[in-house]
Nanobody
Framework: QVQLVESGGGSVQAGGSLRLACAAS????????MGWFRQAPGKEREAAAL???????YYADSVKGRFTISRDNAKNTLYLQMNSLKPEDTAMYFC????????????????WGQGTQVTVSS
């Protein structure tokens, strides 16, 4: 019911910033929990940031204070502002959505984007 397309990834030096966007179509994104998951080579996929229907947010400890997740329901778009980037942030970043509450487990999400690569050099 929801299609997701990420954009905004790229290469940046440590300490730099990027803003990722996830455009949703097919349904109103306001009905869904939305989140950003990331997966580095050889590592498990992890929830970096989640935003509930209510607007409540969750951040992984590793990104807290540096990343900000937000949603613009009028534009049906999810964002991830990433500041003070570190090489450890290098990963493929995926936008995901599910009906109802947010969960940290990626298996709980029905809808996924194709991913956008973020590479942070030292």
């Amino acid at each position: 019911q929801v299609q997701l397309v990420e954009s905004g990834g790229g290469s940046v030096q440590a300490g730099g910033s990027l803003r990722l966007a996830c455009a949703a179509s097919g349904d109103r994104a306001s009905r869904y929990c939305m989140g950003w998951f990331r997966q580095a080579p050889g590592k498990e996929r992890e929830a970096a940031a989640l935003i509930y229907i209510s607007g409540t947010t969750y951040y992984a400890d590793s990104v807290k204070g540096r990343f900000t997740i937000s949603r613009d329901n009028a534009k049906n778009t999810l964002y991830l502002q990433m500041n003070s980037l570190k090489p450890e942030d290098t990963a493929m970043y995926f936008c995901a959505a599910r009906g109802g509450n947010c969960y940290r487990n990626s298996n709980e999400y029905q809808y996924w984007g194709q991913g956008t690569q973020v590479t942070v050099s030292s």
